[in-house]
């Protein structure tokens, strides 16, 4: 038993040695469980030993800057004297404030940096001190790969995303000997918090096969179709690509023209249906439209050779053959989120190719379809990536999902990979329920043949927006799709740049309503009319410089929901009698269907 904590040391508690002995004897032990869990693949012919070919980009990536930089000696000793007089300075001040004086600090965390708010960090000189030395050492890195010169933008790129990266794994907030609050966490509790982290990791290496699956929900917290996804409706249509989800009115009238949802295969559609204050589908469904979702197969090796022109045919073409049927109405709204909605953009060109015009006006959500400003996820695409990709996905006929939750999370380690170190593994402690990060964690496979044609068609080549992908011996011209469509952005979002919107815009007809929501690619989206969190912003047709737009637009509080909905009514504003999912055909089960509960 842990005895009482009988005085500090240094402001640190006295723990119970001979439990802190007891706790280091099972934490190595349970250290050796994960380092077996790790090994597994590989003694079982599952995984290569060695570098891989990630680990072995950076190291490439970071090699050529290096020895930029190290072919010009004055620049380089001007790096060494920055970094020299950074420490030097933080010394000099630390003496002082040691001897009573009140200083400034040199290097302080941006406001928005939530890894050092324990007040140890500031008030401790000691702390103070080593919380100051990183921020100075980061920035004097990030700064020197900004300035290599004679390096291109893609290996620039990509250093500095590495250099990120790096900085966010070496944080001293990440290390129980350097983070006050861990160590006070350690020593009141004799260890015990590191044995139960160690322990939790271990069963999330054996989750991922070998790989750490981040904790970022506990996962019995939430099941689909118990407390997410529980908006009533039906699996009116199924084949091998797609089930098609009819939700059940709940009003009296419907706005004659559905509403077709085209999510992003990268994830699960319930992003859009959460709990029910969340839940965009189940608003929809109540301001009388007949909402109508996309819900895609968790694709393994049968869907390998399933291409993006299938994903056009037997998704979209086939949703809308159902939804007439269903209903007996050839028009529709469609709706696509992120690649979902640069799927629908593809599909558009094609049925304004061809003549076909069942869809009669589109929403875009945080959907790309010019990658010039694709922002960080570039860092992944180069012709060497994408051929070891390919080599990976070739193997088994798809991408495991752990890839792409794991480059997501990559885009924001500070928020979405070192706080649940930190938390989990750490301080032992379970993560906090929340369904967003439940949803995150909840990935999806990508087939190999529809992957790859994405990657090379869009992030590497941006054949989209040039007018120079064919689908069924048809090029495809965006500025062939006239009709009206509202293009949503967020502003904070690090998939879909704003400025990529807003430069995407311009590729279709002139009659696009572009919107700027707050925060990212989320939460901008899911910012509910009943309980908002941010505003957006409307500032006419997306014309001239994206800079000059964002300065001129109207900010108006709250959610973007009814401001959209609005202009659904404007577009179409017929009613017709309420409809029963399937209308007057059978239907194959009750929402959110089975598609959904696979798990990658």
């Known amino acids: 038993m842990a005895s009482k904590i009988e005085k500090p040391v240094a ?135 900004q300035q290599a010169d004679h390096v291109d933008e893609h290996t620039k790129h990509k250093a500095q995303f590495y250099v990120r990266q790096l900085a966010s794994a070496l944080s001293p907030t990440n290390f129980v000997a350097t983070n006050p609050e861990l160590l006070r966490t350690t020593l009141e509790q004799n260890g015990e918090n590191l044995v139960r982290g160690m322990h939790m990791m271990v069963e999330d290496i054996k989750a991922g096969k070998g790989t750490l699956k981040l904790r970022q929900t506990e996962p019995g917290d939430f ?77 393994d090796a049968k869907q390998a050779e399933k291409s993006f022109e299938d994903y056009m045919r037997e998704g979209i073409f086939a949703a809308l053959d159902a939804v007439e049927k269903s209903t007996g109405e050839k028009n529709v709204t469609a709706m696509g989120y992120c690649v979902g909605g640069t799927l629908l953009s593809v599909a558009l060109a094609y049925m304004a190719a061809v003549g076909d015009k069942r869809i009669s006006s589109t929403t875009l959500l945080t959907t790309q379809v010019d990658f010039k400003n694709a922002g960080d996820l570039k860092v992944f695409v180069d012709e060497e990536q994408v051929k070891q990709l390919e080599e990976k996905m070739d ?94 952005a967020a502003k904070e979002d690090h998939i879909a740049p704003a400025k990529s919107v807003f430069v995407g815009s311009k590729y279709f007809g002139d009659n696009v309503t572009y919107v700027m929501g707050g925060s990212g690619h989320i939460a901008g989206v899911i910012n509910p009319a009943g309980k908002p969190k941010y505003q957006f912003w409307t500032g006419g047709p997306p014309k001239g410089a994206f800079e000059d737009w964002v300065a001129k637009a109207k900010e108006t509080p709250g959610s973007w929901w009814p401001h959209w909905m609005q202009w659904v009514i404007d577009q179409a504003p017929e009613k017709v009698k309420a409809r029963k999912p399937g209308g007057r055909h059978k239907t194959l089960c009750d929402a959110p269907g089975t598609f959904v509960l696979e798990r990658a």
């Open 11 to 145: 402001g640190l508690p006295l723990p119970n040695y001979e439990a802190l002995a007891s706790n280091t004897a099972r934490l190595m032990e349970e250290l050796g469980h994960a380092t077996a869990a790790s090994l597994k693949p590989i003694e079982e012919g599952r995984a290569k030993a060695g570098m891989s070919d990630e680990v072995s980009d950076v190291v490439k990536t970071l090699g050529q800057v290096v020895e930029n930089i190290a072919s010009d000696p004055q620049r380089l000793v001007m790096a060494q004297t920055a970094l020299t007089k950074g420490f030097l300075d933080l010394w000099a001040n630390n003496l002082r404030r040691v001897q009573g004086e009140t200083v400034a600090p040199i290097a302080e965390p941006e406001a928005n940096d939530k890894r050092f708010r324990d007040p140890e960090w500031t008030e401790n000189p000691v702390f103070d001190f080593v919380k100051q030395a990183y921020l100075i050492t980061t920035r004097w890195a990030d700064d020197l790969v």
């Open 223 to 299: 099941k689909v179709g118990v407390n997410l996804a529980t908006t009533p409706g039906k699996v009116v249509f199924r084949n091998d690509l797609i089930e098609l989800l009819q939700y059940a009115p709940t009003t009296e009238t419907v706005y004659k023209r559905p509403l077709l949802i085209v999510p992003p295969w990268i994830n699960k559609f319930y992003i859009l249906d959460l709990n029910p204050d969340k839940s965009f589908i189940r608003w929809a469904v109540s301001q009388g439209l007949t909402v109508f979702v996309i819900s895609w197969v968790n694709p």
């Open 395 to 488: 193997v088994r006929g798809y991408l495991e999902g752990t890839s792409m939750a794991s480059a997501f999370n990559m885009l924001r380690p500070n928020d979405l990979i070192w706080p649940y170190v930190v938390n989990v593994y750490l301080k032992g402690e379970h993560p906090f329920p929340f369904d967003l990060l439940y949803w995150n964690s909840d990935s999806t496979r990508m087939p190999a043949a529809n992957h790859s044609f994405y990657l090379r068609n869009c992030y590497l080549d941006n054949k989209l927006s040039a007018g120079q992908i064919t689908m069924g011996n048809v090029r495809l011209d965006l500025k062939r799709v006239t009709m009206p469509i509202y293009n949503l």
